[in-house]
């Protein structure tokens, strides 16, 4: 269970995981540089190593032919955000980039809320903290990472 919210400029993402009826807290958003690319921000929903996994992917070089077999599986795969100054894109399934047109967007089981919040004005990062407070799979924190122009 996941919020990540996208209002433009800003990430932000919940930090609960759920295993067997437990929570604990990890972090499913983290920057990247590869080579000398503008700097980067992954974040995941789903399973957490399966996020892991794609992250990992996609650092080093998001090459086809190594797409993660996690993801071909209907039960086990996430989906991968990627962030940077130009904007947002998303693998799912398949190693095609898809890219996020709207102004801002949310993902994950926390998403309605943060949306919600972002329509009425909120940042990214609000909009997690409301969904954190009704979605009970979302919580345990919030991470941040502001994007520079």
Known sequence: MTVIAWDGRTVAADKRALCGGLHYTTTKLRRVQIGDHIPEVLAWTGDQDAGELMAVWYAAGADVSKWPECQKDKDTWCRLLVFDRYGARMYERLPVAVKIEDAFSAWGSGRDFALAAMHLGKTASEGVAIACLF???????????????
């Open 135 to 149: 979605e009970i799979g979302c919580g345990n924190g919030i991470d941040v990472a502001v994007l520079t122009p």
